[in-house]
Nanobody
């Protein structure tokens, strides 16, 4: 059974940085795209970034130039380096890997990121 465990969140002032980590089990990690998502209070979960199995990244416009996604296939982990954080980045952040062309319904507990102004 696939399992995602996110960590690294916290409270940071605007302009600060955080590095999130995603550990995935139950999948052949190196074969899958890994995506990061976030959900702010009262809003729908939104896609933030993803990195393909070959290491090619893509980003939502709202985080482009500030966030960097990476992966370590040997450790079966993915990271999201978040710089120049803004209050609007406040959310619970989740990672996921697709199955049959769509993101899985199975989500981890997420990690809370709070950016104070």
């Amino acid at each position: 059974q696939v399992q995602f465990v996110e960590s690294g969140g916290g409270l940071v002032q605007a302009g600060g940085s955080l590095r999130l980590s995603c550990a995935a089990s139950g999948i052949t990690f190196s074969s899958y795209t890994i995506g990061w998502f976030r959900q702010a209070p009262g809003k729908q979960r939104e896609w933030v970034a993803e990195i393909g199995s070959a290491g090619v990244p893509s980003y939502a416009d709202s985080v482009k130039g500030r966030f960097t996604i990476s992966r370590d296939n040997a450790k079966k982990t993915a990271a999201l380096q978040m710089n120049s954080l803004k209050p609007e980045d406040t959310a619970v952040y989740y990672c996921n890997a697709p199955y049959a062309g769509t993101w899985r319904n199975s989500w981890g507990q997420g990690t809370q990121v709070t950016v104070s102004s």
